[in-house]
């Protein structure tokens, strides 16, 4: 199938690791022009540029989900580059979970704290979103694709911030479902995938027992890899995509 991902910029944030870095490969491959960006090893996101073509057809930018000057930079640096943002994959993700202090019970989270990890995980997405929408709009095509997580729905102990932050980008995406002029916007929400963080709880005793209790509520009975969820995300962001809009798509085995 030709996903018609020819020369396409996509722009994906929060792109050196994990479903990031495996969505990036992918649509390179399909033939797009891809930056990504980082938050802390410049290194890392250079050594990927080199693996998805190079400069010209690969960028990696800095970008703090949490500084909004950092946000408006990246992109602006992008367009530069690229002449503009045909997809945008909005995969970055302020997550502290297991962080000292930031990881207790909700009514001892200290406020400053957790608004600014919400705000981070919420308007840090809406504002990168807003900055390409207006070239998709005169293109008349874009595709906007939003990580979340399937937490936003089920729930998961101490994850009011990231679930609700999450459940926060749905609403979001029901929005910019109408934006038309050829602009599709989706959210893909994963399960337990094997990043390299959930590497990391499955080497350690103490956390392997709570992966593998979602992998016995899980119908396929494994975890997702990261490939799996970023095929869904270049579809999406694909001409092949002619008319999935404002959908919240489970990628978890069967949650």
Do not use: C
């Amino acid at each position: 199938m030709d996903l018609g991902l020819k020369d396409k910029r996509v722009l994906i944030t929060g792109g050196t690791r994990g479903i990031g870095r495996a969505a990036a490969l992918l649509f390179a491959r399909e033939g797009a022009r891809v930056a990504i960006t980082y938050n802390s090893s410049a290194e890392a996101a250079e050594k990927l540029v080199g693996e998805l073509g190079g400069p010209g057809r690969a960028l990696a930018v800095p970008y703090e989900l949490r500084d909004p000057e950092s946000i408006t930079a990246a992109v602006d640096r992008v367009r530069e580059a690229f002449g503009g943002v045909d997809v945008l994959v909005a995969n970055a993700l302020w997550f502290t979970w297991g962080d000292p202090g930031e990881d207790d019970a909700f009514q001892d989270l200290d406020p400053a704290k957790w608004t600014a990890r919400f705000r981070a995980n919420t308007e840090g997405h809406m504002l990168t979103a807003q900055r390409v929408l207006g070239g998709m709009r005169e293109n008349g095509w874009g595709r906007i694709v939003l990580l979340s997580s399937i937490t936003a729905h089920y729930g998961m102990e101490r994850s009011e911030i990231y679930s609700g932050s999450k459940a926060a980008l749905h609403g979001f995406a029901k929005g910019l479902m109408w934006e038309r002029h050829g602009v599709l916007a989706n959210v893909v929400a994963p399960g337990a995938t094997r990043t390299e963080f959930m590497e990391q709880l499955l080497e350690d005793p103490a956390t392997r027992e709570l992966v593998d209790k979602e992998i016995e509520k899980t119908p396929s009975g494994r975890i997702s890899e990261p490939e799996d969820i970023a095929k869904l995300i270049v579809f999406l962001g694909s001409a092949a995509n002619g008319n999935i809009n404002g959908e919240i798509i489970h990628t978890a085995g069967g949650r």
